[in-house]
């Protein structure tokens, strides 16, 4: 299983806020590409960047994000703000590897297709839900979508990876959903990354015995910064 460690960028800095509310900010590192290439020499391969700013309509980190797919020499996930066809090729033109839709997905069904329709696999699927209600624009909006019904969507829509974070455990330490993931797992058979909840390495390794095969990877975010799961152990006993 694969570890990804996180980087949210906000005003250009790496910040983590509880359950997505951004009255709940810290501010954890004034130099994100500093934190990024610590992660890569922990032994990250692949990094989960999103631009907070983009994702509420408030700005964007493009600078920071260019700056961290130039300095790291692993693959680079990011989203936040993608809107069109111009922002994901901009994002891939910056040095990403993969471009991540969220609101796109529930607000515009033709523009995601269609960018799904010509990225392929570089897209993932962002499904990001408290319990089984899908919410957008940087988890600030609640929808009426059934995260189920989304998924099943954008497997039919060509998607070949899914990120689920369920909302009510990000960055509480509660550790991942569990039942969640095998719901997806079971009615996506696509590959999918877990997200939302890490703590320790043991939910790591929680993860990894409990869920289907296809449930391949896991992003861990407020644990690394707080000082309470070690990216290096949390590798090696995803392995």
């Given amino acids: ?17 509880q359950q997505g509310d951004p009255t709940r900010e810290v501010v954890y590192d004034e130099d994100p590409v500093a934190r990024a290439q610590a ?3 922990a032994g990250a391969t692949r990094l989960h960047v999103i631009d907070l ?32 066809l111009d922002d994901a090729m901009r994002a891939l033109e910056w040095g990403a590897s993969f471009v991540i839709l969220g609101t796109l997905l529930v607000e515009d069904e033709r523009t995601a297709r269609n960018i799904i329709g010509k990225l392929g696999e570089k897209v993932i699927a962002g499904v990001d839900a408290r319990g089984d ?16 019904a989304l998924v099943k969507r954008v497997v039919q829509w060509g998607v070949q990876r899914i990120i689920h974070t369920e909302i009510g455990r990000d960055g509480m330490g509660l550790g991942f959903d569990l039942s969640a993931l095998r719901t997806i797992a079971e009615i996506a058979p696509i590959k999918i990354t877990a997200s939302g909840g890490a703590k320790t390495v043991t939910d790591v390794q929680a993860l990894r015995a409990s869920v289907p095969s296809n449930v391949d990877s896991c992003i861990v975010k407020s644990a690394l910064y707080e000082g309470t ?11």
């Fill in 1 to 17: 299983m694969l570890v990804i460690p996180a980087i949210d960028l906000r005003a250009g800095k790496c910040v983590r806020m």
């Fill in 39 to 41: 992660f890569v020499a």
């Fill in 53 to 84: 700013d983009g994702a509420f309509g408030a700005g964007e980190n493009d600078k920071a994000i260019a700056a961290i797919c130039k300095a790291v020499n692993v693959e680079v996930e990011t989203g936040g703000g993608i809107r069109s």
């Fill in 133 to 148: 209600r899908v919410a957008i624009r940087g988890w600030q909006e609640a929808t009426v979508m059934n995260r189920d």
């Fill in 229 to 239: 799961l070690d990216l290096a152990q949390a590798i090696k006993a995803a392995t």
